[in-house]
């Protein structure tokens, strides 16, 4: 199963005529983990409205202050928590592309959230405070996030005004990428059967040489070009995977901790636990009993 199965948050936000969810959150003194790695169809902007927050996107590890903000394209793994176990408190912003225009085959989607999607543009992640039109943006994200939760068609043409505002600037501050001929797409497509058969055999030993021999390549060239490509090692892309099919297990069955590292591909529950912990940010049977918002 993919991570798409094993990370989804189920919940969607707003309703089929406004889809979009605002979300005011506040966290105590004491407060490690605010959200576990997740990932869900929705774009979301996040405004930091107190303390410091550690936010993850993907590989990629940001430190926002109060003012600061993030935005998580869709389908992108993210987690956060809190800095040093401080209070803390954040605004959220969740809205399907339905929001900005319901036809996905539009010409405006093809010119303005397709190419989102699809990364061939690329808005900023990492929105600092006091830096030009990131201000406006920061702004705009905190004028729509005012608005009572449970009141918002009573708000629809100021939040939909603002949210427009806001991709306009991220739009307008984005970096266009052309991947058709690149060499990373070209990789992509080689690396097809490797990954493949990662997803089919990651619950057995799986070797270096064996991967490589797929293409073939040597060894040290196909590192090379897996971490390219994939911005992970091998051995690392595989000890993912298999804790993603290790949360799926976690969740969906009352199998035994050290039952499902074995299933997962890991021969050492210790070792499992503390990859878990390293990739999650929790232990195995904190994940278990932990629900998802």
Same mark, same amino acid.
């Given at each position: 199963?993919?991570? %798409?199965?094993?990370?989804?948050?189920?919940?969607?936000?707003?309703?089929?005529?406004?889809?979009?969810?605002?979300? %005011?959150?506040?966290?105590?003194?004491?407060?490690?983990? @605010?959200?576990?790695?997740?990932?869900?169809?929705?774009?979301?902007?996040?405004?930091?409205?107190?303390?410091?927050? @550690?936010?993850?996107?993907?590989?990629?590890?940001?430190?926002?202050?109060?003012?600061?903000?993030?935005?998580?394209?869709?389908?992108?793994?993210? =987690?956060?928590?809190?800095?040093?176990?401080?209070?803390?408190?954040?605004?959220?912003?969740?809205? =399907?592309?339905?929001?900005?225009?319901?036809?996905?085959?539009?010409?405006?989607?093809?010119?303005? @959230?397709?190419?989102?999607?699809?990364?061939? @543009?690329?808005?900023?992640?990492?929105?600092?405070?006091?830096?030009?039109?990131?201000?406006?943006?920061?702004?705009?994200?905190?004028?729509?996030?005012?608005?009572?939760?449970?009141?918002?068609?009573?708000?629809?043409?100021?939040?939909?005004?603002?949210?427009?505002?806001?991709?306009?600037?991220?739009?307008?501050?984005?970096?266009?990428? %052309?991947?058709?001929?690149?060499?990373?797409?070209?990789?992509?497509?080689?690396?097809?059967?490797?990954?493949?058969?990662?997803?089919?055999?990651?619950?057995?030993?799986?070797?270096?040489?064996?991967?490589?021999?797929?293409?073939?390549?040597?060894?040290?060239?196909?590192?090379?070009?897996?971490?390219?490509?994939?911005?992970?090692?091998?051995?690392?892309?595989?000890?993912?995977?298999?804790?993603?099919?290790?949360?799926?297990?976690?969740?969906?069955?009352?199998?035994?901790?050290?039952?499902?590292?074995?299933?997962?591909?890991?021969?050492?529950?210790?070792?499992?636990?503390?990859?878990?912990?390293?990739?999650?940010?929790?232990?195995? %049977?904190?994940?278990?009993?932990?629900?998802?918002?």
């Amino acid at each position: 199963m993919s991570r %798409k199965k094993v990370y989804e948050e189920k919940q969607r936000h707003g309703t089929a005529e406004l889809p979009i969810g605002i979300h %005011k959150m506040e966290y105590p003194e004491g407060t490690d983990a @605010i959200f576990y790695l997740h990932w869900h169809q929705e774009f979301e902007f996040l405004v930091v409205t107190n303390g410091n927050i @550690i936010f993850n996107i993907e590989d990629r590890e940001y430190k926002l202050h109060t003012g600061d903000g993030v935005f998580i394209n869709s389908n992108f793994l993210h =987690s956060a928590r809190a800095e040093g176990y401080h209070a803390c408190s954040f605004m959220a912003l969740d809205f =399907s592309y339905q929001f900005l225009h319901e036809d996905i085959h539009s010409s405006f989607a093809k010119r303005f @959230i397709t190419p989102v999607l699809n990364g061939k @543009i690329l808005f900023r992640e990492f929105l600092e405070q006091g830096n030009g039109w990131q201000d406006i943006v920061l702004s705009m994200l905190l004028e729509a996030g005012a608005c009572p939760g449970h009141e918002l068609y009573n708000y629809e043409l100021m939040i939909r005004s603002r949210i427009f505002g806001v991709w306009d600037l991220m739009n307008s501050n984005s970096v266009r990428v %052309k991947r058709e001929d690149s060499l990373e797409t070209r990789y992509s497509e080689r690396l097809a059967p490797v990954i493949k058969y990662i997803k089919k055999n990651y619950a057995y030993d799986i070797t270096l040489s064996e991967l490589a021999g797929l293409l073939p390549m040597s060894e040290g060239q196909f590192s090379r070009v897996f971490k390219q490509t994939m911005k992970l090692s091998p051995v690392q892309y595989l000890m993912r995977y298999r804790i993603l099919q290790s949360c799926q297990l976690l969740r969906d069955t009352d199998k035994k901790i050290g039952e499902v590292a074995n299933l997962s591909g890991f021969n050492n529950i210790s070792y499992f636990n503390r990859v878990f912990l390293q990739t999650i940010g929790c232990t195995p %049977k904190e994940y278990r009993a932990m629900k998802l918002e």
